[in-house]
C-alpha cells in the first residue's frame, strides 16, 4: 500500500477501469508523479510487498484496541471520503501519488464493485483507513492513511479478516514498509509475485468477470457470518472488534 510518490514507468493514455483491471491482472499498476500531476504512469516493482492473510502479525496491544472497539469500523460507507483523505497531504507526506485522474477511476470502479474502502472512525470522524480494488481472490490495496494512533494497522486487520472469510488468497501491498513489515508483510521478487497472482486471478476475464460459484470470493461474507451470529432481536451491524480478534488468531 503506498503513501509516498511514484518513480517512473511508462506514461499511459487517461484511465479507464476495464484499462486499470486488465493491469492489475498482469502485475502493474498507475501511479503519479505528484497530487497535481497530469500524468499517470504504469509501475512494476522488481520486489513486491504482499501480506500473507495466515500469517498476520496481531500484536497484543493492536489486538486490545480491537477488542475494546477503540474505533468504528466500516466498510464502503464513504469512498469518495476515503480516497481523498488518502490524497490529502500531512507532515509527513507533503505529496501523495494519488491525483486526480486516479481519484476519478477508482470512483468509477467502486461503483462497478470492484474498489472498496474500509473507514476508521473516531466518534464522527474519519480517523483513517484504506482503499483497494478486489479481482478475483487477490485484494490490491492502494493506499491508506492514519490520522489517529493505530488507525491504519486497525484498518488492515479488519481487512485481513475480511479477506479471510471471503476466501481472498493474495493481499498485494506493493511497496514494502517498516509499517506493513510489523503486521507480516514480505518481499517476494516479480516472478513469484506473478505466479501467486496468476493462481489468484485463475478463471477471471480481465474485466473482471468470471464464472460464479459457492466458492467464489466473497468481500462481504464477513458481514453476513456478523448477521447469522446476531439474535433475531438484536440490531445488525459490523461484527464487534472479539470477533475480529478471534478470526485472527484463528486464522495466523
Same mark, same amino acid.
Given at each position: ?19 486499470v483491471? &486488465? ?10 508523479? %505528484? ?6 504512469? =504504469? ?9 500473507p492473510?495466515?500469517?498476520f502479525? !496481531?500484536?497484543?496491544s493492536?489486538?486490545?484496541?480491537i ?12 469512498? $469518495? ?5 488518502? %490524497? #490529502?497531504s500531512?507532515p509527513?507526506?507533503?505529496?501523495? =501519488? ?13 461503483? !462497478? ?7 476508521? =472512525?473516531?466518534?464522527?470522524? !474519519?480517523?483513517g483507513?484504506?482503499? +483497494? ?7 490490491? +490495496? ?15 486487520? =479488519? ?24 503486521? +507480516? ?17 485463475? &478463471?477471471?476475464g480481465?474485466d ?5 460459484? $459457492?466458492?467464489? $470470493?466473497?468481500?462481504?461474507a ?5 448477521d447469522?451470529?446476531?439474535p433475531?432481536?438484536? #440490531?445488525?451491524?459490523p $461484527? ?13
Open positions: 500500500m503506498r503513501n509516498g510518490h511514484g518513480s517512473g514507468g511508462t506514461e499511459i493514455p487517461p484511465l479507464d477501469p476495464q484499462l483491471l &486488465g493491469a492489475y491482472s498482469v502485475g502493474v499498476f498507475p501511479m503519479a508523479d %505528484a497530487r497535481d500531476a497530469d500524468s499517470v504512469y =504504469w509501475v512494476e516493482p522488481r520486489k513486491r510487498a504482499i501480506l492473510l495466515g500469517d502479525h !496481531l500484536s497484543h493492536l489486538k486490545k484496541v477488542i475494546a472497539d477503540r474505533f468504528r469500523v466500516t466498510v464502503d460507507q464513504a469512498f $469518495p471520503e476515503m480516497i481523498a483523505l488518502c %490524497a #490529502e500531512a509527513d507526506r507533503p505529496d501523495t =501519488w494519488i491525483n486526480s485522474q486516479i481519484e476519478r477511476v477508482f470512483g468509477e470502479l467502486h461503483a !462497478l464493485g470492484h474498489a472498496h474502502s474500509v473507514e476508521v =472512525w473516531d466518534g464522527d470522524q !474519519l480517523a483507513g484504506l482503499y +483497494g480494488l478486489a479481482l478475483g481472490r487477490a485484494f490490491f +490495496g492502494e493506499s491508506m492513511v492514519s490520522r489517529a494512533t493505530n488507525a491504519s494497522k486497525v484498518a488492515i486487520a =479488519w481487512l485481513v479478516a475480511r479477506l479471510r472469510t471471503g476466501g481472498f488468497t493474495l493481499l498485494d501491498c506493493q511497496f514494502m514498509t517498516d509499517h506493513l513489515a510489523s503486521l +507480516g508483510a514480505v518481499e517476494i521478487s516479480r516472478a513469484d509475485y506473478l505466479t501467486v497472482l496468476s493462481a489468484a486471478l485463475e &478463471g477471471v480481465v473482471g468477470s468470471g464464472v460464479s460459484s $459457492p466458492s467464489s $470470493p466473497d468481500f462481504f464477513l458481514d453476513r457470518l456478523a447469522l451470529s446476531s433475531a432481536d438484536t #440490531e445488525l451491524g $461484527p464487534s472488534g472479539k470477533v475480529i480478534a478471534q478470526l485472527l488468531v484463528h486464522t495466523s
